[in-house]
């Protein structure tokens, strides 16, 4: 009965998760991102896991199963194959060290991650959320964490839009600033590459 009782917990939480990051992501103007969204966590070696693991809700499975096994297989598979992680921008650094280096993320995934932490920050702490709360959470993890500045500097300007304007305005500032200029961008390479070809 408690596995049952697992399923269906973890499908749930997944699910409604899922939901609240496509809002946030239709919102910023990146629906198909959204809508797309932590797909993995359906798969076998995530929802299992997860479901052995499930915390009623209440935090990450993750973390259930790194402290009884020393590691979390899900979740090592899950930031192997979702873009929206700064995790998962890592590669060999082109020094003579060849260290492993977080790389600069592309803005659409920064935004994604954006709406996660929002979308996850309103799951686990259900009716007493907070604007503050995405960023009080990026805040704890920092002395741990490795993300490149660049990347670090534009979600903690996002995350400090959120909790001192709130959500319409700052999903608002994305929609018409981030992805309005990358759409400016594009029409300009577009136009740029016509003209040449035209010579």
């Not at 993750?62 to 192997?80: D, L, P, Q, V």
Request: one cysteine or more; proline letters at 4%; charged letters at 30%.
């Amino acid at each position: 009965m408690r596995l049952i009782h697992n399923i269906v917990g973890h499908f749930t939480t997944i699910t409604r998760h899922k939901y609240e990051v496509f809002k946030n992501c239709a919102r910023c103007g990146i629906p198909i991102q959204g809508l797309l969204h932590d797909m993995s966590k359906y798969s076998p070696t995530e929802f299992f896991e997860s479901v052995i693991n499930y915390q009623e809700g209440k935090r990450s499975p993750n973390e259930s199963a790194r402290e009884t096994k020393g590691y979390s297989a899900a979740w090592i598979h899950h930031m192997g194959r979702n873009k929206h992680h700064f995790e998962y921008w890592k590669d060999y650094a082109t020094d003579g060290d060849r260290k492993l280096t977080p790389v600069k993320m592309p803005i659409n995934y920064v935004v994604e991650m954006f709406c996660d932490r929002v979308a996850a920050s309103k799951i686990y702490n259900g009716l007493a959320y907070k604007d503050t709360d995405p960023i009080d959470y990026f805040k704890k993890g920092k002395k741990r964490r490795q993300i490149h500045p660049e990347t670090e500097r534009l979600l903690m300007y996002l995350l400090t839009k959120l909790a001192e304007e709130g959500e319409k305005e700052t999903f608002a500032y994305i929609r018409k600033n981030i992805f309005k200029y990358k759409v400016y961008r594009l029409k300009r390479l577009l136009k740029n590459s016509f003209n040449r070809n035209a010579d």
